[in-house]
């Protein structure tokens, strides 16, 4: 197989999730509000699975990749990361619960809470302690959840949907958030238990919207989906940058705007460019650590900026927090999910036989259009 990677999307996937850091940062008052839409990122991430996902396994789900064998490779891919964050915070809020009981829920409830999120499972049992998160440890692995749900319903319906069925669903999806936002002012939902609902509506907009640019993106012209790593990332910087409210004035309703027209712009704008930029790989690698892994080290940081750390500059905590973001990202990617993945793939391949069936070839899908051959790493 002709491996061939999108190198720009991979960069875009970089600096959205740098972006999210830099959001929990100004959450956490270490910084200020440089980008109060950071939590558009999420979107922009499930458009981005649509089109990878599709391209790298919807012709092989319609021939003769099973569903077990679909659902291992992308555990694999995602899970041990995802362990590894939510123990993370799970141990961040031990601690805490430790030195600072009032400021969390009880022992019993975050053990809980905490052996749910290992398996990636949202948890209801949180209150107010922890803001009714749903992964009260490592907040972001919310989309996690809904990223491997949307992928398993994806496998088993998903890729026998024509293209105007997907459209439909994408439409549908819409229409609740403009509920949604219409009710909480914002699209920042789906990471609490009041807002689950929300979190499931925004992953089948925009996942299905992925697929879409994935099948269609014959019809595009090469100017549409041609533009340079700086120009893209400039587009998602300003569009995360705006503002929530100018002058006390909220516009909840430029969210829908933004995930409908400007961040699917700059996902397409991104296909174009293949094997081009060793940095965009490098960004790409670290993206999926930096996202599932910054969290609890925020919330650890944000502790010791008011207790150890209090008489420091919140600054400078902020920059120590980025670099061993960063820094341990790295370590991780290297020295545990990348052997982890390579360990399992082993283990995997010696039953092939039991993973792989062939299907019957189908009729192809309405609007769908064959792989040019290449392949793009898979990752959220």
Known sequence: MNVQRYDMLD??????ALLVVGFHLSQFGMIPAIVPRGYLAVDFFFVLSGFVVAHAYERDLRTHLSLRSFIIKRMIRLYPLALLGAGMGLVVLLLKWLFFPGKVESLEVLLASGMLNLAMVPSFLS???TSHDLFPGNGPLWSL???LLI???WAVCGIWLRTSTLILIIVVSLVFLAVFVNRYHTLNIGYDTATFWGGLARVCFGFPLGVVIYREQHRLSANARHWSMFTLSAAL???LAIPVAVSERNFPWLDLVFISLCLPAIVIGGTGQTNTMRFGSLLGSLSYPIYVLHFPIVLMMSGLSQSLLSGWNTHIIASMSFVMILAFSWMALRLYDEPMRRMLTSLTRKGDGKFYKPFPTPEPVSGATQPDGGQIDVRL
């Open 11 to 16: 960069g875009l996937r970089g600096v959205a």
């Open 127 to 129: 209150a107010t302690a």
């Open 145 to 147: 959840f809904f990223e």
């Open 151 to 153: 992928n398993l319903l």
């Open 237 to 239: 910087v300003f569009v």
